[in-house]
């Protein structure tokens, strides 16, 4: 192989690999990521009124957001609430009722060190996520602040005996006075962890990345070809 024809060819593999590293990581298996569907609740909402999370979609809420009086309120929908499958919240080792915030990367799962599954099996009412002023609530003390922030859940989806883990994103308004649970991700494999960050695999768009590198790849390699042939085809001598 001539030496032009090799660096051509180097040249278009490292677009390639570019392309390749720019492409979305590949997901772990058996997750689903639902977002779009936020479930939210204003501290100026009439008391009693209430917003079922329902994780899996299946039509029975797994937690609930409420506003029992003024505050609002996290709840497992199998405290007092109807038969639902909540299954309790991550919460710090010293302080079990409550709500611990999650760093990107944690692994939720049936093993969770430092921390514990607190709240019990959801046999609990009430965790004070917002007071009518916009404050974060007392049971959310632990690493949480204004804005997005990590939780991780577990729920009993019906299907098999284990438990189901995943991660969602609580979100603070502290100047509307609004909770939100804006999207989450969870696995469909009984008692497997799941990381928080990761998601569920989106294969379309990744597809149509790889192929708009492809297109690029060739756009480049047949820009150096053009360039070479015209080195090619260029005279080695100036005419006397």
Sequence with gaps: MSQ??????????????????AAPATSEAGLVTV??????????????TSVTWDIDGVGIGEF??????????????TAGYGQGNGRGLLGPTFF????????????????????????????????NAMSAGGGIGYDFFYGFAPGDNFVGFRFDDGVGGGLNYG???FNFDTVNAIVSITEWTYQTLDDTAVHVGSTAA????????????????????????????????APTELPA
């Design 4 to 21: 032009k024809k090799y660096t051509k060819r180097i040249a278009a593999t490292a677009g390639s690999l570019a392309c390749i590293a």
């Design 35 to 48: 977002t779009g569907s936020p479930v939210s609740l204003a501290a100026s909402a009439a008391p009693g």
């Design 64 to 77: 609930r957001l409420h506003k029992p009086y003024v505050n609002i309120s996290l709840a497992s929908n």
């Design 96 to 127: 079990t009722n409550n709500v611990q915030a999650l760093q990107a990367s944690f692994n939720v799962g049936p093993s969770v060190a430092p921390y514990v599954w607190g709240i019990g099996n959801g046999f609990y009412a009430n965790r």
């Design 167 to 169: 991660w969602a994103v």
């Design 202 to 233: 989106v294969p379309e768009p990744s597809s149509l990345a790889l192929l708009a590198c492809g297109a690029v790849g060739l756009m480049a390699y047949r820009r150096r070809r053009s360039a070479a042939k015209v080195i090619d085809e």
